[in-house]
């Protein structure tokens, strides 16, 4: 089964700044997806970026990238120049199939990011 | 287009009362998925459907019973909620792609005394 491992609780980042947030990974299929979604105080799910595993190149959505080392099965989210309104939780997830084409995404247990002002 | 939407936002139990969490989604998409979320923790799947009128069990089941009636709703239901169901639960519904993510409802905080 699959596992995603954020080791980083909190993070305390001034603003303006750029932000590494961690996420390992662990799976044994060679074709495998992960997203990181943006959790703020009101509490929806917001998707942020994904990474395929076949994919070549980082994947880049505005001011968000994804350090993808594959053989360190590591997907760390960037948040280039933060932002107060970044504060929130970071979920890093990862796809894992189910019957009949269905997918469940396996969550890490998140870090809270701060930017303070 | 209002994607997936849920209902109620925000609901208060006893234990041993039932409950039914309506999700629905505009989009057309094949599967739908029930997730809870605790306190300091990641989403854990509880349900999930391929299509209408077919379910199946995730992760964390127990307690929990769903239907898929119609293709663009999925309901979530408790029959005696305990406060271990305490929790805010999303949906999630999406085509199957590849590449595609799960889009979520804005969860429903479910509190069971």
């Known amino acids: 089964a699959q596992k995603i491992t954020q080791t980083q609780p909190g993070m305390f980042v001034q603003e303006k700044e750029a932000v590494t947030l961690d996420c390992t990974y662990d799976?044994?299929?060679?074709?495998?997806?992960l997203f990181w979604y943006k959790q703020p105080s009101s509490g929806e799910m917001i998707f942020l970026i994904y990474q395929g595993s076949y994919d070549q190149q980082n994947a880049t959505e505005g001011r968000y990238s994804l350090n993808f080392q594959k053989a360190r099965k590591s997907a760390n989210l960037v948040i280039s120049a933060s932002q107060l309104g970044d504060s929130a939780m970071y979920f890093c997830a990862m796809r894992e199939a189910l019957i009949q084409g269905a997918q469940k995404l396996v969550f890490g247990q998140g870090t809270r990011l701060t930017i303070n002002p | 287009n209002a994607g997936v939407t849920q209902t109620p936002k925000f609901r208060v139990l006893k234990t041993g009362q039932s409950m039914t969490l309506l999700c629905a989604q505009d989009?057309?998409?094949?599967?739908m998925y029930w997730y809870r979320q605790d306190p300091g923790m990641g989403l854990r799947l509880i349900h999930y459907?391929?299509?209408?009128?077919?379910?199946a069990k995730g992760e964390v089941p127990d307690g929990y019973n769903v239907s898929r009636l119609k293709k663009q709703n999925f309901l979530l239901g408790l029959e005696s909620a305990a406060p271990s169901q305490t929790s805010v639960y999303f949906c999630?519904?999406?085509?199957?792609?590849?590449?595609?993510?799960?889009?979520f409802g804005p969860g429903t905080r479910l509190l069971v005394l």
């Open positions: 459907s391929v299509g209408e009128g077919t379910t």
């Open positions: 999630a519904s999406t085509s199957g792609l590849h590449r595609e993510t799960q889009y």
């Open positions: 989009m057309n998409h094949e599967y």
């Open positions: 799976t044994s299929d060679p074709s495998y997806g």
